[in-house]
């Protein structure tokens, strides 16, 4: 086999992210070594590293650091204890529903950060369904909900929880039968099975969903700005501040390097302390987990309830905002934050559908979508067939660094980028969003390429090849119609994921280039009018129908699966 093969097809996709990724990240740090800002100054000057101590040193700083931490170690745990409960029941789910079931999670992960953070709102709000329900029940209604740091933490979560199911569910759908079936030959309830069973054997699981959790919450902003009400910060919104506000992209970038030393850091702390717990995956000797007997008593009384309550708050949490916003768009209310439901009407598609409100945003958002999933798809269908085919020396270290953009912030390559696009103005700023909407949706199209291309049949091209066809026609006859299934899989997720995009896009926007999402950002941040929700609701119900229709070429639960 010629060693050449897994190297050059691993090139085009290393170049992209070279480019795209590994420049702007370097321009970052070269940013944050200005001793002063300078908007339009060269990129390379005297390394200081003042903004660094000017940081370690603010009161204010810290204070942010430490709130920006805080609230990741809540969401971070709030999505575990939700999480367990959901990706178990998926995991139990029978084999024929389990598709459908996995639409709770995979329509809310594939909806717009914003739209998701509006129907909070309008959970949350004083006339919102909570308050509702609590005065039905005799106990609310309760004022200040909104704009508290529980509020983020609610929205957060939202967000972020079905990456943490999604983590659980690649471990607990694995787990053998077998073992269930000796814990219960040994008298084990299922509570019990569970605590010593399946949460252990999770652990890998939990490890990779803390880590995932915890640096999104710790780069996001768009959610903690609509629903902190300025009353929350965090770091990602000191840093749009600084960069798009302040024009000061050397305190952004120092900002964005203090807070991935915080991830690196914590991701490091987490890796060692569930290594401890996982001593059996090290071929270590290990005790097995005991549980005093009053635990064991109380988990088996309880267990059962608590974890049918949190499995219904958990899809709760996931479902419902997307439900309200849906009711909201045909509220006749003043504003899109107005709770509380006064009239039906159809005004609010009217203005989308017939008056064109929007319709600009969406077709740069469907341009922007298209071209930058079809240049994903280009460059990770090479990538994945010399990760499935052509190993070579190098690979794992190289896979590591596609990957890469999962774990560094968002917001720290867009700052980057920016001054890249300030530095080069000849690039049209079309194709640097491109550019960056191809490096966050690469390393999921490059999973799920892979992953269809290990399910090819090789005996059907030896076969082929055997009859006398060429490379090119054993490829467009027999390997491009086994992988349709995947293309059509990853090109449908990179494009939800890209038209959804807010928290990079809004750094490199112009006025002559405004995505949808970032506009019904931009909006809600002062007055937003419910023609929002008309427009929102759509998009649930495209993404809806889309989930509905990759459901018939590829099981909707392996589609995150390893």
């Known amino acids: 086999m010629k060693r050449w093969i ?31 800002p300078s908007p339009f100054g060269p990129v390379f000057q005297k390394p200081s590293l003042v903004q660094f101590a000017k940081i370690l040193s603010d009161p204010f700083y810290l204070s942010i650091i430490a709130e920006t931490v805080g609230l990741g170690l809540a969401v971070t745990i709030v999505s575990a204890v939700l999480g367990y409960p959901l990706a178990h029941w998926l995991a139990r789910m029978p084999s024929k529903w389990r598709a459908l079931s996995f639409a709770v999670i995979l329509i809310p992960l594939l909806t717009n950060v914003v739209v998701r953070s509006l129907g909070i709102i309008l959970l949350l709000a004083p006339k919102g369904l909570l308050n509702t329900a609590a005065g039905w029940l005799g106990i609310g209604p309760f004022e200040h909900m909104l704009f ?13 929880m079905p990456f943490m199911v999604l983590a659980l569910y690649d471990n607990l759908q694995n787990t053998s039968p077998r073992i269930h079936e000796a814990a219960e030959s040994l008298g084990a309830s299922p509570a019990i099975r569970f605590l010593t069973v399946d949460l252990p054997l999770s652990l890998p699981g939990l490890r990779s969903g803390i880590i995932v959790v915890f640096l999104m919450t710790t780069t996001s902003y768009v959610s903690a700005t609509l629903l902190g009400g300025k009353k929350v910060w965090t770091i990602g919104m000191l840093v749009m501040n600084e960069a798009i506000s302040n024009l000061n992209a050397t305190m952004a970038a120092a900002l964005s390097l203090v807070m991935t030393a915080v991830g690196l850091a914590f991701i490091a702390l987490t890796t060692v302390l569930l290594n401890r717990l996982m001593l059996w995956r090290q071929g270590k000797p290990s005790t097995p987990w005991t549980i005093p007997p009053l635990v064991a008593m109380l988990v088996e009384k309880l267990g059962p309830l608590v974890s049918r309550l ?37 005004e609010w598609y009217r203005r989308v559908l017939v008056d064109g409100d929007y319709t600009q945003n969406f077709i740069i958002s469907v341009q922007l979508a298209l071209v930058s999933v079809v240049a994903a798809i280009l460059l990770a269908l090479p990538a994945a067939f010399a990760l499935a085919r052509y190993p070579f020396r190098g690979r794992t270290a190289l896979l590591a660094f596609w990957m890469l953009p999962l774990s560094l912030p968002g917001i720290a390559i867009a700052v980057g980028m920016l001054k890249l696009l300030q530095i080069y103005i000849m690039i049209p700023p079309f194709m640097g969003l491109v550019a960056i909407h191809v490096v966050v ?111 018939r070429f590829v099981r909707l639960d392996r589609l995150y699966s390893r």
């Open 310 to 346: 949190l499995l219904a708050v958990a899809i709760g949490l996931l479902i419902l905002p997307l439900a309200l916003v849906m009711i909201q768009s045909f509220n006749d209310v003043p504003l899109a934050t107005a709770a509380g439901f006064k009239g039906f009407t159809l």
């Open 148 to 160: 508290t740091h529980g509020a983020v933490v609610v929205a957060l979560a939202q967000v972020f």
């Open 6 to 36: 897994g190297p050059a097809l691993s090139l085009p996709v290393t170049a992209w992210l070279l480019l795209a990724f590994a420049a702007p990240m370097g321009v970052v740090l070269l940013l944050s070594l200005h001793e002063f």
């Open 441 to 551: 949706i690469l390393p999921f199209v490059i999973t799920l390429l892979t992953t269809s291309v290990l399910s090819l049949d090789y005996a059907l091209e030896e076969a082929a090849a055997s009859l006398g066809a060429s490379h090119v026609r054993r490829f467009t006859s027999v390997t491009l119609p086994g992988l349709m299934p995947g293309l059509f899989a990853a090109g449908l997720v990179g494009f939800l994921m890209s038209f959804g995009e807010v928290t990079v896009t809004a750094f490199l926007t112009t006025a002559r280039l405004t995505t949808l999402p970032v506009r019904i950002y931009s909006e809600a941040t002062f007055a937003l009018e419910p023609t929002a929700h008309s427009i929102s609701a759509i998009l649930i119900v495209i993404t809806t129908v889309a989930l509905a229709l990759l459901g």
